[in-house]
């Protein structure tokens, strides 16, 4: 075994900020170096990043990180964890060959069709656990079929963004099972890519990258990235995961009794599971599963506009307030925001509805609304959404929950988290992990390298040292309840019809 004053390196790829962060074996932060991540918006729902700029600013971080620890000697694995939709199409020299369409990018609309209509819905759900969404891995290699197709015939590999990273690092390409899930093309029961559905659309099989599970050794770091970033030649390069399983494996979420709610860019609701189920009615509202970073699989659930709303308000606003100026006045308004609601489907609705369609807004405005009433009712409106999300997850177990796990940045917002547990009507144990999707991919990379024996050792270990923070339900708990029955969750239907015929409208030009 790797002895136990053994350092990990931890790589996060996210959609706000790209993260290096070095930890001990109990999972605390020994160096930490984050840049935003550079995104490239062309409008009408599109957006991309440039793997080489990507990897580029990668190194830089992981030579900052690096330059903080005293004995960088001492660490002994590196893994990477990224969002889980957005790929990288490599020659056989590695190079990139087009730029990686980012996970939200709206511009595959039309390639999900064409899987619902030519293959069938229930036919992929059977296999990989999902509904066909454009999102997903599998529409992405599509439009480069049929918008780029000498890129796909010159690519010898599709890699994740953590595999990128990975395969940048050591020269191994590979994936793991988590991330894998997130494409349409994995075969959930089987763990294996499946030949069949991408015979039948045209993409040969050998263009993914061979299936490992995450934790799996992959080799040492390349001698030029050890002199780029003062990493020691000894460093060995494991498969990491998808951002949110990383981050539930941080938490210790890895039994089916656990829940966690990780707070980002994004909102992810995770539940592990024994088994695959196969009920595609959940898939219809949007709910994913996976095969979990820990072994077994997950359902996910969630919204993608959670921390993007909030900073979407920022950013509108035009202005240099910090976060903390909106918080206080938002405190001064009384739950429900005198009359005030907001409905956060910014980059679509996802759990329960399964609608890209779907957009945001503000209801009850009047001459007597004020900045903090919209902040307010932004965070109520994301709180009341996860509830939307969280409920059908419960109903699986056939339980109430007495608590919730959180992670992630946007636990670090007192208010929203009270004002979540008054809405869930439920516990909130906010596990403070710092960077949980980092953590994870260095608890893999720990794994992988012996630091830790096992799984269930590595959470023991780091779950011991991390202080929980416990939020009740106030009094303020019945009145969210009647706010979410009585109004709430009537908001999405009585919108659907308006927000559809506007997306037409726009759509005619």
Known sequence: MTSPSALLLGIDIGTTNLKALVFNRAGRVVAHASA???????????????????????????????????????????????????????????????????????????????????????????????????????????????????????????????????????????????????????????????????????????????????????????????????????????????????????????????????????????????????????????????????GGYYILGGQFSSGAAIEWFKQVLGESHDYSILIEEAKRVPPGSEGVSFLPHLRAANTPYNDPLAMGAFLGLTTDVRRGNLFRALLEGIAMEMRSALYPLLALQQRTPERIRATGGGTRNALLMQIKADVFGSRIDIFDVGEGAALGAAMLAGIAGGVYADIEEAVSVVTASHPVTVVSPSEHAAFYDRLYTEVYQHVYSALHPINHAIRRLLSQG
């Open 36 to 294: 935003p991540t550079p995104t490239h918006y062309l409008g009408a729902g599109q957006a991309y990043y440039e793997p080489e700029e990507i990897w580029q600013q990668v190194l830089g971080l992981i030579r900052t990180a690096v330059s903080q620890v005293e004995q960088a000697r001492k660490i002994a694995g590196v893994a990477c964890s990224s969002m889980g939709e957005s790929g990288v199409p490599i020659d056989g020299e590695g190079h990139p060959l087009y730029h990686a369409i980012a996970w939200f990018d709206r511009r595959t609309e039309p390639q999900a069709a064409y899987l619902a209509e030519h293959i069938g819905r229930e036919h992929i759900f059977k296999s990989c656990g999902l509904d066909v969404y454009p999102i997903y891995g599998l529409c992405k290699i599509l439009w480069l079929q049929d918008n780029h197709s000498d890129v796909l015939a010159r690519a010898e590999r599709w890699l994740n963004m953590a595999d990128f990273i990975a395969y940048r690092l050591c020269g191994v390409a590979a994936t793991d099972y988590s991330l894998a899930s997130r494409t349409l093309a994995l075969d959930l029961r089987g763990l294996r890519w499946n030949d069949d559905l991408l015979h039948a659309i045209g993409i040969r099989p050998s263009l993914l990258a061979p299936l490992m599970p995450s934790g799996t050794h992959l080799g040492s770091i390349l001698p030029e990235v050890a002199r780029a970033t003062g990493l020691p030649e000894s460093v060995q390069v494991a498969t990491g995961g998808h951002d949110h399983v990383c981050a539930a494996l941080a938490a210790g979420v890895i039994r089916p009794s656990d829940v966690l709610d990780s707070i980002g860019t994004a909102e992810a609701l995770f539940m592990p599971l024994s088994n695959v189920l196969d009920d595609i009615t959940l898939a219809r509202m949007g709910y994913a599963q996976g095969v979990h970073v820990a």
